[in-house]
């Protein structure tokens, strides 16, 4: 691409240049290594005052679903923890344009922010510059810069930490992205590795993955829903089937989902409007187009809701269902089961939801005839008993609880040992 094409993309509006993105790798599809492996470049910056990075895809709202917004919120706290016993400078690296009219960063003071976009792929290096990576292809990328940076100063090549909140190489099954994923998790430079869940570094190393430390962050619930806990008691569970529908995303399944609730719709009695009793069928997630499931059925996309309606919804709503080839739980069925919801879910590998939330039903074989019977048998348990849910058993009690996420302590220990030197 040359230098005149790259400033008029650049200067595009964020969703245009998001449909030409689009446009260009469905003329033309682009392995997704040989769009995203662009290896940054080091310049030596003179300052001593250590300083703590985070590097992200983008900070868009609308692209910001729940591995991005932990991965900040745990940022800042861990910036937090380690200022109260070191003078710390704070930088968030984006790889995508930002736009201050659309950013995740509630409050933006006090942090520098660069974008790989704009300055070239250059990133200014201190001496106690530490890094905390998004994911595989970001891991990547920083390695030159860490390996420049202990040339440069004299000094080993500094651990470099890793949120892991998904096993990203199977995204890519058998395929040189697989290969490249696997090998980023699996660094030749230092590399601590912070797991969202305990599933997923049971997960990690029963495949013979190694990295030099770990660490487990558990889930915490979101503090923008929350709130919406304090009026869950007094607020009526109506015949509402809220579904995690993400189309596109191949790992939440929704070939099964769709399938299983058009077997759902024919097992029920021809739906009646909402007022005389009958269900609603709601997709939250990504917005699609709505689907006629038969018998007086439809499933109504809602696409990406607020947070804020995000929590209402989940107040009103009797039954959940969320499908995650993953070992990682997923945050959905979690929110849903602890807002009082009966919620089908799927186990995978050595992920057994039933142990996290007695509220979650996982099914035996997550196919869509299993589906739609559990849906239908759920549904009618609700109809004789609505207030099942709310009684139910969490065995997460720092779900709710919030507070420092649970490897927090650990995790500033150790970059604040790396920094202080």
Known sequence: M????????????????????????ALDPVPIESRVIRPCSFVA??????RLNLILPSLSKKKAFGG???????????????????????????????????????????????????????????????????????ALNLDDVLEAQATYFS?????????????????????????????????????????????????????????????????????????????LQSTEKERIILVYGRRNIDRNCFSILEDGLKIFAKLMPANRPAEKGGWTICSAGLKHKDIPLGNGYTLKSLGKLSLEDYGALLCRSAVGVSLMASPHPSYPPLEMAHFGMRTITNNYANKDMSKRHENLLPLGRALPTELGN????????????????????????????????????????????????
């Open 374 to 421: 559990k849906l239908n048998e759920t549904c009618r348990t609700f109809e004789e008993n609505p207030i099942l849910g709310a009684k139910a058993r969490s065995y997460m009690p720092s779900f709710i609880d919030g507070g420092s996420f649970s490897c927090l302590n650990d995790v500033a220990h150790d970059m604040r040992e790396i920094l202080g030197k």
């Open 68 to 138: 991005v917004t932990t991965t900040r919120d745990f940022f800042f706290e861990l910036t937090a923890a380690i200022s109260r016993n070191l003078p710390l400078d704070v930088r968030v690296i984006v790889e995508d344009r930002y736009d201050p009219e659309d950013t995740i960063l509630t409050d933006p003071s006090g942090v520098t922010i660069e974008s790989l976009t704009v300055d070239g792929r250059t990133i200014g290096t201190r001496r106690r510059d530490l890094f905390l990576v998004y994911n595989w292809w970001i």
């Open 45 to 50: 910056d003179p300052s001593e005052r250590p």
């Open 155 to 231: 000094q080993s090549v500094l651990t470099k930490f890793y949120i892991f909140q998904e096993y990203e190489p199977n995204f890519y099954p058998f395929s040189s992205a697989n290969i490249m994923a696997t090998a980023a998790i699996n660094s030749h430079t230092p590399q601590n590795i912070i797991f969202n869940t305990n599933e997923l570094l049971e997960y990690f190393q029963a495949l013979n993955n190694k990295c030099d430390k770990s660490y487990v962050l558990e889930p915490v619930m979101s503090p923008a829903i929350r709130p919406f806990l304090d009026s």
């Open 2 to 25: 040359n230098r005149t094409k790259a400033r008029v993309i650049e200067a595009m509006p964020s969703q245009l240049r998001d449909v030409l993105r689009y446009c260009r790798r």
